[in-house]
């Protein structure tokens, strides 16, 4: 079946531009994660929706960062006015439920680079 | 949240059994241990997962010491295709559930032909 797709692979933006992330979790998932990996580092954690809520943003860096999940399904990170220091690769995963023993698929990333 | 610590990278001969420590010394009773795995350019991949029995799949065996300080995830004949960055996870449960990864830096196993 269809994993975690994640659309653009590669995004390539100036500094102060604007920029839009999407992810199509795996359907009937209900819990969607986002994470932010930069080179050498381990994923680091930004949100995570239970359905069409934001459940946690407890990581997302600053108010340029901002996720949305309006029909529960698709989810768009949008980041406002990109720094050089947001180039990273931006994970998304999904799982069937939020809690008890679910594990998360990952979708391939999106890698951001800002000039 | 629990931490884990991993070595930074391990070798190992291809048809032989890697065995990657984990120390997650202050997990708490309700913590799960996860190990997923990143090949280069490739989201994160689900390996195993246990509270505090080992466990087995068709991937690997996950051995969690009785005092659940650490744990060792075994991959019974290394192929070349296990090369990768294995990272072991004790899954946080915050104050309103969400149930988030936390990644260390992982170990880098490097199968050698």
């Known amino acids: 079946g269809a994993g975690v797709s994640q659309t653009p692979s590669n995004k390539v933006t100036e500094k102060g531009k604007y920029v839009e992330l999407r992810c199509d979790p795996i359907?009937?998932?209900?819990?969607l994660y986002w994470y932010r990996q930069s080179l050498g580092q381990g994923p680091e954690f930004l949100i995570y929706?239970?359905?069409?809520?934001?459940?946690?943003d407890s990581g997302l860096p600053n108010d340029r960062f901002f996720a949305v999940r309006p029909e529960g399904s698709v989810s768009t990170l949008k980041i406002q006015r990109t720094e050089r220091g947001d180039s990273a690769v931006y994970l998304c995963?999904?799982?069937?439920?939020?809690?008890?023993?679910?594990?998360?698929?990952f979708g391939p990333g999106t890698r951001l680079t800002v000039l | 949240d629990a931490k884990t610590t991993q070595p930074t990278s391990m070798d190992c001969a291809e048809g032989r059994a890697a065995n990657l420590p984990c120390n997650h010394s202050?997990?708490?009773?309700?913590?799960?241990v996860y190990w997923y795995r990143q090949i280069h350019s490739q989201g994160p991949q689900y390996i195993i997962h246990?509270?505090?029995n080992n466990e087995t799949n068709e991937m690997a065996s996950l051995i969690i010491t009785e005092d659940r300080k650490s744990s060792t995830l075994i991959l019974p004949h290394a192929t070349l295709r296990d090369t990768a960055v294995y990272y072991c996870?004790?899954?946080?449960?915050?104050?309103?559930?969400?149930?988030?990864?936390?990644f260390g830096t992982g170990t880098r196993l490097k199968v050698l032909a």
């Open positions: 246990g509270l505090k």
């Open positions: 202050t997990i708490s009773g309700n913590e799960y």
């Open positions: 995963a999904s799982s069937l439920l939020a809690g008890g023993q679910s594990e998360q698929f």
């Open positions: 996870i004790v899954r946080s449960l915050g104050g309103s559930g969400t149930y988030k990864y936390i």
């Open positions: 359907s009937g998932h209900t819990a």
């Open positions: 929706f239970q359905g069409t809520g934001a459940a946690d």
